[in-house]
């Protein structure tokens, strides 16, 4: 079986020089790691999947003191106790936003989904106490906990330093004086291989200073008519799995999507969920906004079966396309204030995603 990280391959190949492939082969709990850390790839789709992973990494941390080796004794123990691993997951990278699933019920049911023929449960529940099956520890006679904990921690040195190369490309831009050059770096970091959540928090803060340089005209009365600015928030954090809508602009009443090109059927998932209130989808693409448009609707039509109350749902429920395409041509039509306020949203956004101002306080 081949293992699909290279730092993986690494860390098995110090550990177990002879048989490093044969461990692997015979451990489902080094398989399923190596599944969950594709996140490190800087085009990756996927979640990054700390809770499922720290859960795991919790309950080896404190196992490798207490038990290493030691198999008579761990067969005896009952596990540790939930506020323990729970408040020591919290206070990792990344971790101090995370929730109790992992720990309860989420690794074990992926799991059994992800790796065939693995009867035992990895994670063992037992009335508030967790640990891990011990068929999972041992392998071929190698306890192999101190090897997955190590390859989590480079996990997790891998992440942080993706994570604040951001940050280096952020504080580069606030010292460039060309403003030309500063949009150029910006739409430079607008592409199709771009991961999820910075072309989220990109996308967002070119629209925000797009549009608040529209003004519109409103008022209850006649009397009370202004002019006011476009404003843009953005919802919540990028990887909120809560079925919400990322943008919402204002006074208008919007909704903005951020997907990506290759999956129609969750265009209209999206609309579903908000009962066919027209929204304008930001598309991760340099395909002509046209040209995605034309597709999507030969996939309504292909779906709707020809049911004409279907296809006029889903049609009048398109608001608008954009795509990198447009994002990269109205970060050349704004200002130099504006391109600085691009850049600090970016900065913003992407360091309360990270928790980067929580961690550098402490």
Same mark, same amino acid.
């Given at each position: 079986?081949?293992?699909?990280?290279?730092?993986?391959?690494?860390?098995?190949?110090?550990?177990?020089?002879?048989?490093?492939?044969?461990?692997?082969?015979?451990?489902?709990?080094?398989?399923?790691?190596?599944?969950?850390?594709?996140?490190?790839?800087?085009?990756?789709?996927?979640?990054?999947?700390?809770?499922?992973?720290?859960?795991?990494?919790?309950?080896?941390?404190?196992?490798?003191?207490?038990?290493?080796?030691?198999?008579?004794?761990?067969?005896?123990?009952?596990?540790?106790?939930?506020?323990?691993?729970?408040?020591?997951?919290?206070?990792?990278?990344?971790?101090?936003?995370?929730?109790?699933?992992?720990?309860?019920?989420?690794?074990?049911?992926?799991?059994?989904?992800?790796?065939?023929?693995?009867?035992?449960?990895?994670?063992?529940?037992?009335?508030?106490?967790?640990?891990?099956?011990?068929?999972?520890?041992?392998?071929?006679?190698?306890?192999?906990?101190?090897?997955?904990?190590?390859?989590?921690?480079?996990?997790?040195?891998?992440?942080?330093?993706?994570?604040?190369?951001?940050?280096?490309?952020?504080?580069?831009?606030?010292?460039?004086?060309?403003?030309?050059?500063?949009?150029?770096?910006?739409?430079?970091?607008?592409?199709?291989?771009?991961?999820?959540?910075?072309?989220?928090?990109?996308?967002?803060?070119?629209?925000?200073?797009?549009?608040?340089?529209?003004?519109?005209?409103?008022?209850?009365?006649?009397?009370?008519?202004?002019?006011?600015?476009?404003?843009?928030?953005?919802?919540?954090?990028?990887?909120?799995?809560?079925?919400?809508?990322?943008?919402?602009?204002?006074?208008?009443?919007?909704?903005?999507?951020?997907?990506?090109?290759?999956?129609?059927?969750?265009?209209?998932?999206?609309?579903?969920?908000?009962?066919?209130?027209?929204?304008?989808?930001?598309?991760?693409?340099?395909?002509?906004?046209?040209?995605?448009?034309?597709?999507?609707?030969?996939?309504?039509?292909?779906?709707?079966?020809?049911?004409?109350?279907?296809?006029?749902?889903?049609?009048?429920?398109?608001?608008?396309?954009?795509?990198?395409?447009?994002?990269?041509?109205?970060?050349?039509?704004?200002?130099? +204030?504006?391109?600085?306020?691009?850049?600090?949203?970016?900065?913003?956004?992407?360091?309360?995603?990270?928790?980067?101002?929580? +961690?550098?306080?402490?």
């Amino acid at each position: 079986m081949k293992i699909t990280e290279d730092f993986i391959t690494d860390i098995l190949e110090e550990d177990y020089p002879s048989d490093y492939q044969k461990v692997y082969d015979d451990s489902p709990m080094l398989q399923y790691l190596d599944k969950k850390m594709k996140a490190v790839h800087g085009n990756s789709k996927t979640r990054r999947s700390l809770a499922n992973i720290y859960a795991i990494y919790s309950i080896l941390y404190f196992y490798q003191d207490d038990f290493y080796e030691d198999q008579q004794k761990y067969r005896s123990f009952d596990g540790y106790d939930y506020m323990r691993l729970f408040s020591f997951y919290r206070g990792l990278y990344g971790g101090s936003k995370l929730q109790n699933h992992a720990l309860n019920s989420r690794v074990n049911g992926e799991f059994h989904n992800k790796i065939d023929n693995t009867q035992n449960d990895l994670i063992i529940i037992d009335n508030g106490k967790y640990l891990i099956h011990i068929d999972y520890i041992y392998v071929d006679g190698h306890d192999i906990s101190k090897t997955s904990c190590r390859i989590i921690e480079k996990y997790i040195e891998l992440l942080m330093e993706k994570d604040h190369a951001l940050i280096g490309i952020l504080n580069e831009l606030k010292g460039i004086t060309d403003y030309a050059q500063k949009k150029a770096k910006i739409n430079a970091l607008l592409t199709e291989d771009a991961e999820a959540r910075i072309f989220e928090i990109i996308s967002y803060a070119i629209l925000k200073n797009h549009y608040k340089n529209t003004r519109v005209y409103f008022g209850y009365t006649p009397e009370t008519i202004a002019e006011v600015e476009l404003e843009l928030y953005k919802t919540g954090r990028t990887n909120a799995n809560d079925g919400g809508i990322d943008f919402v602009m204002r006074p208008v009443g919007r909704f903005f999507q951020v997907t990506e090109v290759n999956n129609y059927d969750k265009y209209l998932l999206d609309i579903d969920k908000v009962m066919h209130f027209p929204i304008t989808f930001v598309i991760k693409t340099k395909q002509p906004h046209k040209e995605v448009l034309t597709d999507l609707e030969k996939y309504i039509n292909k779906r709707s079966s020809g049911m004409a109350v279907l296809e006029e749902r889903y049609r009048n429920a398109i608001e608008e396309i954009i795509t990198i395409n447009e994002l990269q041509e109205w970060t050349k039509e704004l200002d130099d +204030e504006d391109i600085d306020g691009i850049i600090r949203d970016i900065d913003v956004y992407y360091k309360l995603e990270m928790n980067m101002d929580a +961690e550098d306080e402490e």
